[in-house]
């Protein structure tokens, strides 16, 4: 929220450069985005008036007018704006001048004709379009009668005005005020704030008289009206646009901005109906109906949830609720009766509308935080009077009351010993009660205990722990003293999980893969891809965008995201792995439980094409499946690591999918992406895999042992095998790793042939055994009884012929 430094000092006597008290409420209260002055980096603009004016004699639409701008002579300037007219007093911008936008202003023609300068609209100087009143929002501005021809603009715009912008932080919502601000700023330099209150002058017609009321205090604890009668629609005087502008709020009419007025003056949202649009003369305050439909002020229509609350009479709905009025009880140029209200809404139900009808506005952003109970009436008696003083309008006698309770002050108890102990100060008594005084706090002390009385205006404060704040924000942070904490210390160690991770990533990257990190929310169809086990989505109540709505079930459809991306910037050769959290819930359980896990994805080459490899072959399933293997062999799992083909994936290729097993216990998968599914997410060919990183972790490791190596030769022999098409390499290394004998070390497979000159339905396959014993060197004979004991199973148990 944008305050002006100006209307603070209408209430507070203090005279201090705008910067440092900026930063002095940046200590002590809330954080401040910025301070400037609207007029900073704007030079030579000046008042002018326009004294004569003749159409310019290349164009139907330009004027050619001679201004005064306090030079001996005119100025000619050419202007195009259907509004420009002699007699009226306008923003110049002189030549060599500087307006919005940083623009420079030079003397120039236009067809032909001299124009020394230029006469600016209000958004020409800075102003933004969203504040530039309506009567002026397509054409010049008219400077007021008593300005002073030649003088700067600047002051008679307040443009010349300090802007603090405020930001607010959702507890202290009292601060969303001139009013709120005032009374800190107060606090913070032991001042006191001179506010003022209003004094209504009624007619002796009763409002009661005119207006009924149907109020559901579960909705509107607080519900209170005024009417005011015979109101002259016009636009307000200058110093009020000024004030709303300047905080960026757009003037519309006398009426209206008396209600932006009083919400930025006592940050209590107000609205205003034209009366005669309330049809039976009765406010109800209810929940909306099923099919109800609104259109707003801003003429969008809204589908109405049963959980809005809306401001309706007999027939309709003629409001939302705490966040914006309605367009069929619009105050327009022919209302004669005003409605004012006043109330006080559930701030989650406000909350949830303004979120569910994408329709955040001043009023919801205070309802939201909380407003002041206790002001209720005195804002709206506010708003009365000056539609009284601005608008000819009578106030009838009384204020309509829907629903109200008795709004009473908080009182907490806090001791000097408890202040001093969470401090670290060595305050006085007379110091802390001095504090409470400056906040406006009532305070009596007995002993060492203060009883603290905390108006309704400050309704942040409940419980001793934000007396001690207000002592510590009041006092000064930078005034505590800065001490060290005391006990034992400790020494930092990651735990075995953690280290476990962290190798994790450092050997994917060492296989060449490179770290992805992704969003944990996704949409709802992603998160049902790829799933490793049946689970219940977790859908966000409110999401901030239609693309992470749902908490992500996987890691794969984040890469493949990923992996889109770069292809469509022409990226193909591509290598990424994510370690993190995946959401799994049952349908009993409200909360999901979180489980680690890591997933890789490659497409394109792996290695490309250099002077060492004549040609990249393109990433398949088994180089993936080989940095899986080489992974797990590398975290030292205890078990044997098996792959076994599946098709019950249907996000992944049903030829090209394995499940990924330790030991019998399923940890993952591996596999190409399905085709569809690569084209939904236009990309190329991608291979991916994703594991259990939590069952990995719990599962037992192997004890790293010294092993020597063997200085005996060790001996190779090559077997090729004519096998039928379905017999697996998984069956024949099982068959040759069981009648290998002792010293067999290792077993390799070196080729694959089918085609000409092999039988149909059948495969050649060639294998290379390395023996070896560690004690002596191998004999001939007992590396042939070795292999022949192998050629024996092969034949008789998968049928192999020997080549």
């Known amino acids: 929220m944008k305050i002006s430094y100006s209307w603070l000092k209408e209430y507070l006597d203090i005279d201090v450069p705008a910067k440092d008290l900026a930063e002095k409420i940046e200590r002590g209260s809330v954080e401040i985005d910025s301070v400037e002055k609207p007029s900073d980096?704007?030079?030579?603009i000046v008042v002018g008036e326009v004294m004569f004016m003749e159409p310019h004699p290349d164009s139907d639409h330009l004027n050619v007018c001679q201004v005064d701008v306090g030079e001996d002579d005119l100025?000619?300037?050419?202007?195009?704006?259907?509004?420009?007219?002699?007699?009226?007093?306008?923003?110049?911008?002189?030549?060599?001048?500087?307006i919005g936008g940083n623009v420079k202003i030079k003397r120039s023609k236009m067809r032909g004709v001299t124009s020394n300068g230029m006469i600016c609209a209000l958004d020409e100087i800075g102003f933004s379009k969203d504040v530039v009143p309506?009567?002026?929002?397509?054409?010049?501005?008219?400077?007021?009668?008593d300005a002073e021809i030649g003088a700067p603009v600047f002051s008679y715009l307040g443009m010349d005005d300090d802007l603090i912008d405020v930001d607010v932080t959702p507890n202290r919502g009292d601060m969303l005020s001139v009013y709120g601000v005032t009374n800190d700023v107060a606090a913070l330099y032991d001042k006191t704030a001179n506010l003022n209150h209003p004094s209504v002058t009624e007619i002796g017609e009763k409002a009661a008289d005119q207006v009924s009321m149907d109020t559901n205090a579960d909705l509107a604890p607080i519900y209170k009206m005024r009417i005011v009668k015979n109101v002259k629609i016009k636009p307000s005087p200058r110093w009020l646009q000024i004030k709303l502008w300047n905080a960026g709020v757009r003037p519309i009419n006398n009426v209206?901005?008396?209600?932006?007025?009083i919400l930025l003056k006592y940050g209590q949202p107000l609205h205003a109906f034209d009366f005669n649009k309330i049809k039976g003369n009765?406010?109800?305050?209810?929940?909306a109906r099923a099919g109800e439909k609104l259109t707003t002020l801003d003429e969008e229509e809204h589908d109405l949830d049963e959980n809005d609350i809306v401001i309706a009479d007999v027939d309709k709905p003629i409001a939302l609720a705490g966040v914006m009025g309605g367009f069929n009880s619009r105050i327009d140029d022919d209302t004669t009766t005003v409605a004012i209200e006043?109330?006080?809404?559930?701030?989650?139900?406000?909350r949830k509308t303004a979120q569910r009808h994408n329709l955040h506005t001043d009023a919801s952003q205070r309802f939201e935080r909380g407003v002041n109970h206790g002001g209720v009436a005195e804002a709206l008696d506010a708003a009365a009077q000056m539609m009284d003083e601005l608008a000819d309008g009578d106030v009838l006698t009384g204020i309509v009351t829907g629903a109200e309770y008795d709004v009473k002050d908080v009182v907490v108890d806090v001791t000097l010993s408890r202040v001093n102990h969470v401090l670290g100060t060595d305050l006085s008594a007379d110091d802390v009660e001095a504090i409470f005084k400056r906040l406006g706090f009532g305070v009596s002390v007995s002993g060492e205990t203060f009883t603290v009385t905390v108006p309704p205006r400050r309704w942040d404060i409940h419980i001793e722990a934000d007396l001690l704040e207000e002592v510590a924000r009041i006092y000064g942070y930078d005034e505590?003293?800065?001490?060290?904490?005391?006990?034992p210390t400790t020494l930092g160690v990651l735990t075995d999980k953690q280290r476990l991770i962290r190798a994790s990533r450092s050997l994917l990257e060492g296989f060449g893969l490179n770290q992805a990190i992704s969003y944990a929310l996704t949409t709802h169809e992603k998160a049902q891809q790829f799933l490793m086990r049946d689970t219940e989505t977790t859908e966000l109540s409110w999401p901030m965008t239609t693309d992470h709505t749902t908490l992500r079930e996987n890691l794969v459809s984040g890469l493949l995201d990923d992996v889109a991306y770069n292809n469509a910037r022409h990226v193909n050769d591509i290598a990424l792995y994510e370690q993190g959290r995946v959401f799994y819930r049952e349908p009993e359980d409200v909360r999901p439980s979180e489980q680690e896990h890591i997933a890789g994805v490659i497409s394109g080459e792996l290695t490309p094409t250099s002077w060492q490899h004549s040609k990249a072959q393109k990433v398949d399933f088994y180089q993936l499946k080989g940095i899986v293997e080489q992974f797990l062999a590398n975290l030292d799992v205890e078990g044997d690591v098996t792959f076994e083909a599946t098709d019950k994936y249907p996000d992944l290729h049903p030829g090209r999918t394995a499940d990924i097993s330790i030991h019998g216990h399923y940890v993952g998968f591996i596999g190409q992406v399905h085709p569809t599914v690569e084209a939904a997410y236009k990309i190329k060919e991608s291979y991916v895999f994703e594991l259990n990183l939590d069952a990995l972790i719990a599962m037992p490791k192997k004890a790293n042992q010294y092993d020597p190596i063997s200085k005996y030769p060790a001996v190779s022999r090559d077997i090729a095998l004519l096998v039928d098409r379905s017999v697996t390499n998984d069956e024949i290394l099982a068959k040759i790793n069981k009648r290998g004998g002792a010293y067999l070390k290792s077993v390799h497979l070196f080729d694959i042939y089918a085609g000409k000159n092999v039988p149909a339905g059948k495969q050649s396959m060639a294998y290379t055994l390395t023996y070896q014993n560690p004690n002596e060197t191998l004999t001939d004979d007992e590396v042939s009884q070795a292999f022949a004991k192998v050629e024996k199973i092969l034949t008789e148990d998968l049928n192999a012929e020997i080549r």
């Open 41 to 44: 980096g704007l030079k030579k």
């Open 342 to 350: 006043s109330a006080v809404f559930q701030p989650t139900l406000i």
């Open 75 to 98: 100025s000619q300037i050419v202007c195009g704006a259907p509004n420009v007219a002699p007699g009226h007093k306008v923003i110049v911008a002189l030549p060599g001048s500087r």
């Open 256 to 261: 209206v901005d008396v209600t932006n007025y």
């Open 480 to 487: 505590i003293p800065s001490t060290l904490p005391s006990g």
């Open 134 to 145: 309506k009567e002026w929002a397509d054409g010049i501005y008219f400077m007021p009668d």
């Open 282 to 287: 009765t406010v109800v305050t209810r929940h």
